[in-house]
Nanobody
Framework: QVQLVESGGGLVQPGGSLRLSCAAS????????MNWYRQAPGKEREFVAT???????NYADSVKGRFTISRDNAKNTLYLQMNSLKPEDTAVYYC????????WGKGTLVTVSS
């Protein structure tokens, strides 16, 4: 069983930065692919970024060059550094762990607005 708790969301102006964290409980964090998804108001949940257990990373085209995903296996923590934020980045951001079974956090709200 993996439990995921996101933090770090908030209100930020366009062009600003935020760092999201996802604290994971459970022994399988280091064996799982870890991902960030987001869901904007009125839209479906969409993939943002992934980091495999071996460290390989991939990003949605909409965030490439602006967002950086990282993981600290010693701390069982996943991060998402978000720079150059745009209003269209406004969404609830969810942490996801996958090792054959999907685990989800409850999400943290990011609002980009002046």
């Amino acid at each position: 069983q993996v439990q995921l708790v996101e933090s770090g969301g908030g209100l930020v102006q366009p062009g600003g930065s935020l760092r999201l964290s996802c604290a994971a409980s459970g022994r399988i964090f280091s064996l799982s692919a870890m991902n960030w998804y987001r869901q904007a108001p009125g839209k479906e949940r969409e993939f943002v970024a992934t980091v495999a257990s071996g460290g390989l990373k991939n990003y949605a085209d909409s965030v490439k060059g602006r967002f950086t995903i990282s993981r600290d296996n010693a701390k069982n923590t996943l991060y998402l550094q978000m720079n150059s934020l745009k209003p269209e980045d406004t969404a609830v951001y969810y942490c996801n762990a996958y090792n054959g079974i999907n685990y989800w956090g409850k999400g943290t709200l990011v609002t980009v607005s002046s």
